[in-house]
């Protein structure tokens, strides 16, 4: 087993097709069937199906096909690593982003890599936290943003924010930021909420249970795009955090409010990697997105967030 076989099993896995995988590898198809036969017979187990539409691969080449991108991603780090220019930070660093904050993070932060670190190689991933975390424990993520729920600590995570859930409605309701919505009000309108097992429904479950209230749920998606279509065709009012629906509520598109009876908040964690060591890439991509989360809180960018002390202590450090 070698590099070329992985990189054959890989690229046809992703086209579907041995002639493109030929293609975009520049060497003549017999070569790269030749590749993936000689990785079968190492194995002793088929790794595709021949279908007519193309190759698909059997589930001992689905596993084969994963562990081979993470060992070739592996490969492409430290070949950066090892090679790098003097006094230039170099590597491939993949990280996580709550879909709620993307909007806000990812162009000021790809665009201060490039200043700063040219030699870095971002990669961006977006998604809720479950799936975030799942992608970190797998080693697919070097760092991501996570929702942190009490009870779950972990030595992996540093708290960066913590961010007030707000009521959401139509336009129509006219909720205003400086009139807080009691959960029991929200409550008694159907709800649009977060699938179940999201953790942001975690969330304000534990907090409808501790209140004693409870929700009439009317439809449940894993989109916070799809919530905020709903509310607008009047399917029901939602809770979301401050940042998702900023825009929307400064455009009139939507109406919010804080919750409030109780105050609901989520803390927002950056999570890392548990590998033993961390490549200096990785620390400078983690610095630079700590730094721009501070600086949206302190410029009001980011509505009801209130800093933790570990990231405000972690901003000056790096400031001096």
Wanted: negative net charge.
């Amino acid at each position: 087993m070698d590099v070329r076989q992985l990189k054959a099993l890989v690229t046809v896995a992703e086209v579907g097709s041995v002639t493109r995988a030929a293609e975009l590898l520049h060497l003549v198809q017999p070569a790269v069937t030749r590749q993936i036969r000689t990785l079968e017979e190492e194995l002793e187990v088929p790794l595709f199906e021949r279908t007519r539409q193309g190759m698909r691969p059997t589930e001992a080449g689905a596993i084969m096909v994963e562990r081979a991108r993470r060992a070739l991603n592996e490969l492409e780090r430290a070949r950066a690593e090892v090679q790098p220019t003097p006094g230039v930070v170099t590597g491939i660093v993949t990280v996580g982003l709550l879909e709620s904050t993307a909007d806000l993070l990812a162009e000021p932060l790809v665009s201060a890599l490039a200043r700063d670190h040219p030699g870095i190689e971002l990669r961006l991933m977006t998604a809720y936290s479950g799936h975030l975390q799942q992608w970190l424990d797998d080693g697919d993520l070097d760092l991501t943003l996570l929702y942190h729920l009490a009870g779950t600590p972990s030595p992996n995570v540093r708290p960066l924010v913590r961010e007030r859930l707000w009521v959401v409605a139509p336009p129509s309701e006219g909720l205003r930021a400086d009139r807080p919505v009691p959960l029991a009000r929200a409550a008694g309108r159907p709800l649009v909420m977060p699938a179940a097992g999201h953790a942001l429904r975690s969330l304000i479950d534990g907090a409808a249970g501790r209140a004693a209230v409870e929700m009439d749920v009317a439809v449940q998606t894993n989109s916070m795009r799809v919530q905020k279509q709903l509310v607008l065709a009047g399917h029901g009012w939602t809770i979301l955090p401050g940042l998702g629906i900023a825009e929307d509520v400064a455009d009139g598109t939507l109406s919010a409010a804080p919750l409030c009876e109780p105050d609901v908040w989520r803390s927002i964690v950056l999570g890392t990697s548990r590998a033993g060591r961390t490549p200096p890439a990785v620390e400078a991509v983690a610095r630079e997105l700590i730094h721009q989360i501070t600086s949206a809180v302190r410029q009001e960018r980011w509505p009801s967030a209130r800093l933790h002390t570990s990231a405000t202590h972690t901003e000056h450090t790096d400031d001096t």
